[in-house]
């Protein structure tokens, strides 16, 4: 027996990690709508790296005070 083909269609058709599923919109002739976004998510990890890139200016500045 062989695999079935993927799907030509759809918001896996283009695979997890290619351009076209990265790019967050569909394409110009697509009729389904681009994936909803957590928006606590996006937010909690735009928070993280706000810390994260806070403490590396701290820790290239010496410790001091900016």
Do not use: C, N, W
């Not at 695979?15 to 967050?24: D, E, L, M, N, Q």
């Amino acid at each position: 027996m062989s695999k079935p083909a993927p799907p030509t269609t759809g918001p896996t058709a283009a695979g997890p990690g290619s351009p076209a599923a990265r790019s967050g919109s569909p394409s110009v002739g697509s009729s389904h709508s681009a994936p909803a976004i957590d928006v606590a998510l996006l937010a909690d990890k735009v928070y993280r790296l706000f810390l994260a890139d806070l403490s590396l200016q701290r820790r290239r500045a010496g410790g001091r005070k900016e």
